[in-house]
């Protein structure tokens, strides 16, 4: 049997191995983004994904909003499950350690540059967890934030009162900027979304621990049940905080609402609003530290960027390039003023403080205090259930029914002592 | 009549029974398999027994959410017949205006429960919310309607029943226009009044239609998902916690795919149950 090679299909051959490398290539440098920002973090996340793309070395990095933190989460998973993971994607710090020990983050360390990444340790795995930095190195610090206290500081002057320092000053503080019309209430003296975050804090403030050093689900002890009764003493006996109103999100973003309408005169929320806040906010907006009890602590929150380990490795290496471009100086300074969240390299912050960033806006510099009161997350396997499955729908339980603390907390303790 | 050839029947069957199978049996056998396991997805599966079903009883988690369900559905369903019902009286007849207004009315059921619900928050929200602002316009109190326990499923009801009434008055409208108005007529004659003829010829007319209305608001009421995520998320306080709201709440928000199976399983077996009962009903009715 003969077989003649025509000049056509040596060209035609030619060309389709052409193609077949050139789409090789085009696949080697791009990498998948799972991410959950709405709102103003979104548009600033997609000016920096534009402006990385346009240089020409740089890989292709597809990046898809997959719904808030714990909607995306639950399409992580399922797809790490079903094998179909993205290279990369950011996860709330409480997770981290339960993705970590289910094997599916990638270690980080032998990346080109993870030594050097200069990051806060506050921030960083290394001291946003106990005993972070003894592990290999899985989650890179993104969006990073503490709870803060922003208070409305017309109503603040108007009420001749200033900011409240500790927990008996914030009662009498919500008490002096309530605003009630017969029976109904037109300005809360405090609002706080009624989540497990801001409960941790109240609990650290209190000097307790959620888990103890053993790794036991505590729930902070006395420190929490004080946590959890200084909620119910604001809801119901002194009601001036709203009862809550939703759960996840949504809580946080009535929240918001509540104090860019004068409807809240003191809110607890994320440093990650602040930005937010100081645009839409038609009155001064003060502030301030949370207002503490035996000390002052705070927890982290915000996430981390993860690299998932099924993916292909073409595809990590893409998706690592585009997380340590994040972490350069010029790139950190822009998210951290358009956001609100902290810069997470002491080369940024070194920067702002250079250029006077600080100087003019006191807020920033307020929150940069906080790094100084970071209570560290334990690296704890169930952090993630015991916030989703017990905590959250307790607290909101116990806030709104006005369950006995103690024996509401005691049940949570058995909850999480259960598979 | 029988068939030509004993295999035949089967055949016709065959593409049902091959999707059923596909799609209704195996997973259902999955889940119950499933449901004897602690597994995350993530991590290796452990073997528990029954300690899912245990555990969802023990915490009051199976009752709450059947007695949700049953609360909202039997609230929906009752709803939709009558504000159904009483639609379609109205709206019989000819002309022009009640044909707009009959359209306006059905033109919810065509609109996605996330639009629904979206606009719904809007309008219900506790603070600015055009109803909350008419009540407290009345004089009348101030009312949470999403973020209180004792409201809330009654409002997620209320919703669903301005969502599907219009679908409901359509299907009444086709019962009414096949009633013979000789019927009618004839009920005149006799002396019955508006509330007699209603009584003895409208209402006996319409048994199937309510019983199809009944039955497509007890499915559509018992899948209730896009209206309590987007609105409550379960709460307050698990108070509009259904049974797939439930179960897609422990698979992929709490990682626990036994429990999520538990669930499923025991919702199967509520689904059969209620179905079994209807079909005997309807039976027994056309027997009678």
Redesign the interface.
Known sequence: MSFRVSRRSVILGSMATALACEGRRADEERAALWYSYGGKNREVLQRLLTRFQTEASHPRIDATFQGDY??AL?KV??A??AGAAPAMTHVVGEVVPY?AE???LEPLDGYEGAADLDLVPALAQSGAYEGGADRPLVAVPFNRSVPIMYVNGAMLDHAGISIPRDWSELRAAAGALTVRRG??VAVWGFDCPVSWWFWAALVASAGGRVVDRTGTVTLGGEAGVRALDLWQTLTHRDRVMP??????Y?AWQVGTQ?FL?G?AAILWSSTAFLRYIEENANFPVRVAPLARDVRHAVPTGGTFFVLLRGAKDHEKRAAWQFLRWMTERAQTIEWSTSTGYIPVTSGAIAELRRLGYYEAHRNDEIVLGELDAIEPWPWSPTLF?VQ??IMD?LL??AV??GTDAATALAKGRK?AL?? | MKPARPYEPYLLLAPTLALLTLFFIVPFFVAAKESLFTWDLLTPRTYVGLSNYEILWERGELWRIFRNTLTYSAVVVTGAIVLGLALALLLDRKGLLAAFVRGAIFSAYVVSWVAVALLFMWLLDGEAGLVTRLAMAMGLPKKNWLGDVDLALYTLAVVSIWKIAGYAMIVFLAGLQDIPPVLYEAAALDGAGPIMRFRNVTWPALGPSAAFVATSSLILSFQAFDVVRIMTQGGPVHATEFFVYAIYEQIFLNLRVGRASALTLVFGVVVFSLTALELRLFRRREVA
Do not use: C, K, M
């Open positions: 714990f909607e639950a998973r399922t790490i499950a993705l289910a094997g599916v029976a109904n009862p809550p109103l939703g759960r996840d949504s509540n309408s409807r259930r989703r499955e729908p909101e339980d709104l029914e909850e259960r598979p």
